[in-house]
């Protein structure tokens, strides 16, 4: 089971520092991130992607799935 | 890349929207001025009795609107809040008192210092210095708490409020307040004023704009996204300025402005470190109210009470500079919003990321 930040409900940047940290210091190669708003979708995204993780995003029940994988 | 593109787009639009709100009619270097405006619709409403400033500036409405249509269409409205919607009352409040000491949000501080007003290249570091300390808070975890889904009324509080305030110029003009001399009477046609909020209000929504994510992210993440999109309007603004003969060099004899150095500073460190702790700057709160975020519009409303409060108790500075009382408002301005983030840091985030409540999520999903 991989790892899992919720970010549902903070504004931003809160996500984006939270994911930023755990990409830092994780071990692990996959990331589950929780987030409600498109706003946080998009910050996160392109953080992951700035540290070089790979993202892909499923759309749940209150927001966004983001899946990162270590590339 | 296509997002670079897309908030330097934004940008261009607000700053042709800013130029030519000011060509038709708006005060000078003030063609789109959140907290003005905001001051303005408080006087407009009654609130406050400073006669030149009172009029229910429909490109608020406009602003409002177009994130909501903007919001509506790519699916993104959602009614949220309950994230210490009492504290971003506080917030926008505060906010007010800092931007009526300056004369303008940072949006205005932009345009004035793209008009030549070098007061506002005064108060530039003072809106950096605030936002970089309320970057320290974020780096200790500083937060409001989580917001969360609300009935979807609590969404379109903020909309049709903005729907209502153009429909009361129109219909019940007796009912209202309106200026007939100062700023409040400087005012672009009600359609073009109405139609450009619009504009901006889907342009922003769409590229999340921020004037002073802008300046955080940059800080906190070596990011220039949204820095692109602030700048853009700066090029825009100061490019209009010069071909249309309204760039005017100097300190002395700004429009609506003051030499105030110290104050100028100040007040827009009080906006910077509030937008900051408020997640967003007054242009944002407005685009994020459109969107559905109650928590937002209590913000909004905390800064229409702010402008109320400076003008009824004779705080707002004017062209002829800062009050006494005003000055003292800004200290315990700066003091609240210390406050306010020293007792959000820290703790917060400890409560936050609990394991227990990270099993918990893990299991909903």
């Avoid at chain 1, 790892?3 to 984006?16: A, F, H, M, Q, T």
């Avoid at chain 2, 009912?175 to 922003?204: C, D, K, N, Q, Y």
Wanted: glycine share 12%; aromatic share 8%; charged share 15%.
């Amino acid at each position: 089971m991989a790892e899992l930040i919720d970010c549902r409900g903070l504004s931003c940047p809160e996500p984006v520092l939270q994911v930023r940290r755990a990409l830092q210091e994780t071990g692990e190669k996959t990331l589950h991130v929780l987030v409600s708003s498109a706003a946080a979708r998009d910050n996160v995204k392109r953080a992951a992607a700035a540290l070089s993780w790979e993202v892909q995003v499923e759309s749940t029940e209150d927001g966004y799935k983001l899946i990162l994988n270590k590339s | 890349m296509k997002e670079k593109a897309a908030i330097i787009i934004a940008g261009v639009v607000l700053g042709l929207a800013a130029l030519l709100l000011a060509w038709y009619g708006n005060p000078a270097n003030m063609g789109f001025c959140i907290a003005c405006f905001l001051r303005d619709i408080a006087g407009g409403l009654g609130l406050h009795r400073a006669e030149a400033v009172q009029y229910l500036r429909p490109e608020i409405a406009g602003l409002v609107l177009g994130a909501f249509f903007a919001a509506l269409a790519a699916r993104e409205f959602k009614a949220v809040g309950g994230s210490s919607p009492l504290l971003r009352f506080l917030l926008g409040l505060l906010m007010m008192v800092g931007a009526l000491t300056f004369l303008g949000c940072p949006l205005r501080m932009i345009l004035r210092l793209a008009g030549g007003d070098w007061n506002a290249l005064v108060a530039l570091p003072g809106y950096v210095l605030g936002i970089w300390v309320g970057t320290l808070f974020l780096r200790k975890g500083y937060s409001l708490g989580r917001s969360g889904p609300q009935g979807a009324l609590n969404g379109w509080v903020a909309p049709v409020t903005a729907l209502i305030l153009p429909l009361l110029l129109v219909a019940a003009p007796a009912l209202i307040f309106t200026s007939e001399t100062g700023p409040g009477s400087m005012r672009a046609p009600l359609a073009l004023s109405l139609g450009i909020g619009l504009l901006v209000g889907v342009a922003i929504q769409r590229t999340r704009l921020c004037t002073m994510g802008a300046i955080r992210d940059l800080i906190l993440f070596r990011e220039a996204q949204l820095f692109l999109g602030v700048f853009s309007i700066f090029v825009v603004v100061l490019v209009g300025n010069l071909i249309l003969g309204k760039f005017n060099p100097g300190f002395i004899d700004q429009p609506v402005a003051h030499s105030d150095g110290l104050w100028n500073f100040l007040g827009m460190a009080v906006v910077g470190l509030g937008a900051v702790l408020a997640g967003g700057c007054p242009l944002r709160q407005l685009v994020l109210s459109g969107e559905g975020n109650s928590d937002a519009w209590f913000t909004v409303l905390g800064m229409i009470a702010g402008g109320a409060m400076m003008h009824n108790f004779g705080l707002a500075a004017s062209a002829a500079g800062t009050t006494p009382a005003g000055r003292y408002a800004v200290i315990i301005a700066l003091v609240l919003l210390l406050v306010i983030g020293a007792a959000h840091s820290g703790a917060a985030m400890a409560r936050r990321s609990s394991p227990a409540e990270a099993a918990g999520s893990q299991s909903k999903a």
